[in-house]
């Protein structure tokens, strides 16, 4: 099943440095480098920063030269079916 975002495949290729989202807590990262990868963001459930709001961290999910758009995606929807994370 091939799941949506707001990115395409171009995109993916072409974006400039920066964090850009697809939705559903999934982010491809660009570095000034060029390099570029798929991260997960999570809230880790019961857990809370150092300001008291929920605690975020980020998955990796493998590099886009290696992991295309839509692997991305389903590698994040199985890790939130497997965790329960949100």
Partial sequence: MALSG???????????????????????????????????RVVVKGQKNKKGAPLRTDFGLGGADIVTINQARERALEYRRLSGHR
Avoid: F, M
Wanted: hydrophobic share 35%; aromatic share 6%; proline share 6%.
């Fill in 6 to 40: 707001k990115l395409t495949k171009k995109l993916v290729e072409n974006l400039g440095p920066g964090r850009h989202g697809d939705g559903n807590g999934l982010y491809l990262v660009v570095d000034p480098s060029g390099a570029r990868r798929w991260v997960l």
